[in-house]
């Protein structure tokens, strides 16, 4: 079912400048008001007995409590991004209309034991949701506890394989990436590829996404070549027979920091992305990209940067540094939670809530949520053109 915008959208006044709506269609608000409609009867699974105080740092004061599980006491990047989300999550918070949550922050300290810990300690606290963790082992234990006393989980991770039903993911998934880059090259007439994959467990990934995403849309794989990182040219040297004719695109999903290796590799092997479309995921989303010639015009998929770019200058306004790409994750899982929230218990936080098929619209985009935990993004294809990129097909603004 496919709504008109303004009444798919209805919801977002109630969400002050948060950039969060819901896009469903299950009718949750009063038109008059755009606040909940009162139940008849309590809700079914309000606690008998009053939950402990808050053990660590708080985010708001309303009656819905939610727990953030983040990796605060680690040390490295780990720690810095977990900074950078316990930020965003203030921020969504504060920039909410009246949000009706309590965000109870627990320190996972990037491990299983500890997410374990955190995720106990929020539950036990009256938490009704759980936020994060970041990282994949932490968000199947904490995920383990979540399912164990009936909560659903929204982690970060970025590994589909600890997502499972009731335990979601809101991260940015290379599966998504994959299938619309390659829907969009097929729908513009490439129809043989091959792909140059990193021999990593990101790479396995992205080769199981693409010859799904090639066998959906009917195309030729010719050929799939993994290359140690950091170490592509044997990898190139096997494929350069397909690059006079034989295939008329190619995947190459590496990170920035291989891209120039790559590229030299691929000018050595006579490629010329006039003739061969060079495709990439969101790790082109990276300025070493646009220096990579054997790159130039290649197309690959990301979020909208718009989105991004309006919630960096926020972020930079409140707390004066430049938040990690990830940030908006927090962000619009909180703000996820807090227009939720307006829900009567049990139904805020439960399947047809979450999984509500149009989605909703966040920092970068709609996105929904899958049954089995995974997530499907509208995201834009770009195309990487002298020092930048520009978009060649925007993210759509709902979903089908």
Do not use: H
């Not at 402990?52 to 009656?63: K, L, Q, R, W």
């Not at 300290?109 to 936020?131: F, N, V, W």
């Not at 990301?302 to 919630?311: H, I, K, L, M, N």
């Not at 098929?357 to 053109?385: C, I, K, M, S, Y």
């Amino acid at each position: 079912m496919t709504l008109p915008l303004s009444r798919r959208f209805a919801l977002a006044g109630l969400f002050g400048t948060s950039a969060l709506a819901l896009a469903s269609c299950g009718g949750v608000t009063d038109p008059g008001r755009g606040r909940p409609r009162a139940s008849a009867e309590p809700p079914a699974d309000l606690p008998t007995a009053a939950a402990p105080p808050s053990t660590g740092p708080i985010i708001g004061n309303g009656p819905v409590k939610v727990g953030l599980l983040l990796p605060l006491g680690g040390s490295g990047q780990g720690a810095a991004a977990a900074l950078s989300l316990r930020n965003a999550a203030d921020l969504a918070v504060s920039e909410f209309q009246e949000p009706e949550i309590t965000i109870l922050v627990k320190d996972d300290r990037g491990t299983a034991d500890g997410a374990r810990q955190a995720a106990d300690a929020a539950l036990s606290e009256g938490a009704e949701l759980l936020l994060g963790p970041l990282f994949a082992p932490a968000v199947a234990a904490a995920g383990t506890v979540a399912r164990g006393q009936n909560r659903p989980l929204v982690g970060f991770s970025t590994d589909a394989g600890v997502a499972s039903p009731g335990v979601y993911l809101l991260s940015f998934l290379p599966q998504n990436e994959v299938e619309r880059v390659v829907d969009y090259a097929s729908g513009q007439g490439r129809r043989s590829f091959a792909a140059l994959v990193p021999d990593t467990t990101y790479g396995s990934v992205v080769e199981g996404a693409f010859r799904e995403a090639a066998a959906r849309r009917g195309v030729r794989v010719a050929a799939l070549e993994r290359y140690a990182p950091g170490q592509p040219a044997a990898a190139v040297s096997r494929l350069a027979p397909l690059f006079s004719g034989q295939i008329d695109a190619i995947l190459i999903p590496a990170p920035g920091d291989d891209l120039p290796a790559i590229g030299s590799a691929l000018q050595a092997a006579g490629f010329s992305p006039s003739r061969v479309k060079p495709l990439g995921t969101g790790l082109w989303n990276d300025p070493r990209a646009a220096g990579v010639p054997a790159i130039q015009g290649g197309w690959f998929a990301s979020p909208d940067t718009a989105g991004f770019a309006a919630f960096a200058g926020r972020y930079r306004a409140r707390f004066g540094t430049e938040p990690t790409r990830i940030a908006t994750l927090a962000y619009d899982a909180v703000s996820l939670a807090a227009a939720l929230a307006r829900m009567p218990a049990p139904a805020r936080y439960g399947e047809a809530a979450l999984q509500a098929p149009t989605g909703f619209v966040g920092v970068d985009g709609v996105f929904r949520f899958r049954p089995d935990g995974t997530n499907e993004r509208a995201l834009a294809v770009n195309e990487l053109r002298g020092e930048g990129a520009v978009v060649v097909s925007p993210a759509p603004k709902a979903f089908a």
